[in-house]
């Protein structure tokens, strides 16, 4: 499918989403550095499990609200919060306050909108994109995002340190142009059942709102092949979030200075943090070169090999990782790592695309979220981990997860291949 036969809702999100994860990834892969000087590694891991609880939250009421409430009106509500979340942080992070804590809070409520956004914005996909079509689109909203990544991280080795609350600010500002221009140029997707459920709904009180949303939980824990997805989605993650908690505390505290190149007496060298910039870009820059195409080559293979095949290889990427201490060597690691990204990004989304009834499809859409919301809500006590077993048997114990994802994707293909036999 071409951009050119895109929805337009489709090519409005294209761009303003990726402008904003520009300057979000300015900032992003510093925070559990910001945040562990603050508060110390074992605060910080109990924080941001405090601060992604919540988020999870706040994913499975995006998910019920955008089946109930449009999926523009709450794309609309989450970007004008998450500009609010990250207006406070600029605040806390600025000369005239410097509170860390402040900033914290709104961290967390910027991630809970940011929990909001997502359900809504790929049950839009769904809404607009034929199935055939699905994992295309969503290869190249991915690869848009890591264009954003080859960015953002070496804008922020440089800005970020000196001038925090800048950023920041510029982020808040992007969050709130984003949501007036949905607002005045989306328009709604959602299904006609849904609007009509909702018209004739809409005089109930609350707690039925309540109960209708765990109920219609209850029926997506009771299959067992989403919920085995879900599960080894989780486990996964723990290996891939890394990539934004612990690998910058890893190389800030174990690479002193790194040779990039050298010529004669003269060398470019990078201190840790600034090397760990380098490394993020670079694993932007080859998901934004390669994802269309490791995307069409992974339709020759079936489903089953492209998941457990991504686990194993980020299984090996995390070890070798934690095993190097060279740019080069830091670079093969991440180039094995983001070969594991791409294996199963476009086709995991329109995996639940295939699984999800039209009338859950948001619902669906944010449970399926739960690999990434609960994930990270796990992922940062890989922080305090590492301070009680040290470093190389934390990325040992993270690899030995995510070859125990594969395991669980291998039982839920074998459950899968039996129902649709």
Same mark, same amino acid.
């Given at each position: 499918?071409?951009?050119?036969?895109?929805?337009?809702?489709?090519?409005?999100?294209?761009? !303003?989403?990726?402008?904003?994860?520009?300057?979000?990834?300015?900032?992003?892969?510093?925070?559990?550095?910001?945040?562990?000087?603050?508060?110390?590694?074992?605060?910080?891991?109990?924080?941001?499990?405090?601060?992604?609880?919540?988020?999870?939250?706040?994913?499975?009421?995006?998910?019920?609200?955008?089946?109930?409430?449009?999926?523009?009106?709450?794309?609309?509500?989450?970007?004008?919060?998450?500009?609010?979340?990250?207006?406070?942080?600029?605040?806390?992070?600025?000369?005239?306050?410097?509170?860390? =804590?402040?900033?914290?809070?709104?961290?967390?409520?910027? @991630?809970?909108?940011?929990?909001?956004?997502?359900?809504?914005?790929?049950?839009?996909?769904?809404?607009?994109?034929?199935?055939?079509?699905?994992?295309?689109?969503?290869?190249?909203?991915?690869?848009?995002?890591?264009?954003?990544?080859?960015?953002?991280?070496?804008?922020?080795?440089?800005?970020?340190?000196?001038?925090?609350?800048?950023?920041?600010?510029?982020?808040?500002?992007?969050?709130?142009?984003?949501?007036?221009?949905?607002?005045?140029?989306?328009?709604?997707?959602?299904?006609?059942?849904? =609007?009509?459920?909702?018209?004739?709904?809409?005089?109930?009180?609350?707690?039925?709102?309540?109960?209708?949303?765990?109920?219609?939980?209850?029926?997506?824990?009771?299959?067992?092949?989403?919920?085995?997805?879900?599960?080894?989605?989780?486990?996964?993650?723990?290996?891939?979030?890394?990539?934004?908690?612990?690998?910058?505390?890893?190389?800030?505290?174990?690479?002193?200075?790194?040779?990039?190149?050298?010529?004669?007496?003269? @060398?470019?060298?990078?201190?840790? $943090?600034?090397?760990?910039?380098?490394?993020?870009?670079?694993?932007?820059?080859?998901?934004?070169?390669?994802?269309?195409?490791?995307? $069409?080559?992974?339709?020759?293979?079936?489903?089953?090999?492209?998941?457990?095949?991504?686990?194993?290889?980020?299984?090996?990427?995390?070890?070798?990782?934690?095993?190097? @201490?060279?740019?080069?060597?830091?670079?093969?690691?991440?180039?094995?790592?983001?070969?594991?990204?791409?294996?199963?990004?476009?086709?995991?989304?329109?995996?639940?695309?295939?699984?999800?009834?039209?009338?859950?499809?948001?619902?669906?859409?944010? =449970?399926?979220?739960?690999?990434?919301?609960?994930?990270?809500?796990?992922?940062?006590?890989?922080?305090?981990?590492?301070?009680?077993?040290?470093?190389?048997?934390?990325?040992?114990?993270?690899? !030995?997860?995510?070859?125990?994802?594969?395991?669980?994707?291998?039982?839920?293909?074998?459950?899968?291949?039996?129902?649709?036999?």
């Amino acid at each position: 499918m071409r951009m050119k036969d895109w929805d337009m809702n489709l090519k409005i999100r294209l761009g !303003g989403e990726t402008a904003f994860n520009v300057i979000f990834w300015t900032f992003f892969p510093f925070l559990s550095i910001y945040f562990a000087s603050a508060f110390g590694k074992g605060w910080t891991g109990f924080l941001l499990i405090l601060s992604q609880a919540l988020s999870v939250l706040a994913n499975l009421l995006g998910g019920y609200c955008a089946d109930r409430f449009g999926r523009k009106r709450m794309m609309v509500l989450a970007a004008l919060g998450q500009s609010i979340g990250y207006g406070l942080f600029a605040l806390a992070a600025s000369p005239l306050l410097d509170m860390p =804590a402040l900033g914290f809070l709104g961290f967390s409520f910027a @991630s809970m909108a940011g929990s909001l956004y997502w359900p809504a914005s790929q049950a839009m996909v769904a809404d607009v994109v034929k199935e055939e079509h699905r994992s295309s689109v969503f290869a190249i909203f991915y690869t848009a995002a890591n264009i954003s990544v080859v960015i953002g991280p070496l804008i922020g080795s440089i800005t970020y340190d000196d001038n925090p609350y800048v950023v920041l600010t510029a982020a808040s500002v992007f969050c709130l142009i984003l949501s007036l221009t949905m607002s005045r140029t989306l328009h709604e997707t959602l299904p006609e059942q849904l =609007a009509s459920r909702q018209r004739t709904s809409s005089g109930e009180p609350w707690y039925r709102f309540l109960a209708a949303q765990l109920r219609d939980y209850k029926i997506i824990a009771a299959d067992r092949v989403f919920l085995l997805f879900i599960l080894a989605g989780v486990l996964l993650s723990q290996t891939f979030m890394q990539l934004d908690l612990l690998f910058p505390v890893f190389m800030e505290e174990t690479v002193s200075l790194a040779t990039i190149f050298s010529y004669g007496e003269w @060398s470019l060298q990078l201190t840790g $943090k600034q090397l760990f910039g380098l490394i993020v870009s670079e694993n932007g820059l080859f998901v934004a070169l390669f994802t269309v195409i490791v995307t $069409k080559w992974m339709l020759a293979y079936r489903d089953r090999y492209v998941f457990i095949g991504g686990a194993l290889f980020y299984a090996i990427g995390i070890v070798m990782f934690g095993s190097m @201490s060279t740019f080069w060597g830091f670079t093969l690691a991440i180039a094995v790592f983001t070969l594991a990204e791409l294996m199963s990004a476009g086709p995991q989304q329109a995996f639940v695309s295939r699984l999800a009834p039209e009338h859950m499809r948001g619902q669906y859409f944010a =449970a399926g979220s739960l690999r990434f919301t609960l994930g990270r809500t796990l992922a940062p006590l890989s922080i305090p981990v590492s301070s009680w077993i040290g470093f190389t048997w934390t990325f040992l114990l993270l690899a !030995g997860i995510a070859v125990l994802s594969a395991g669980l994707y291998h039982l839920m293909f074998n459950r899968y291949e039996r129902q649709t036999a």
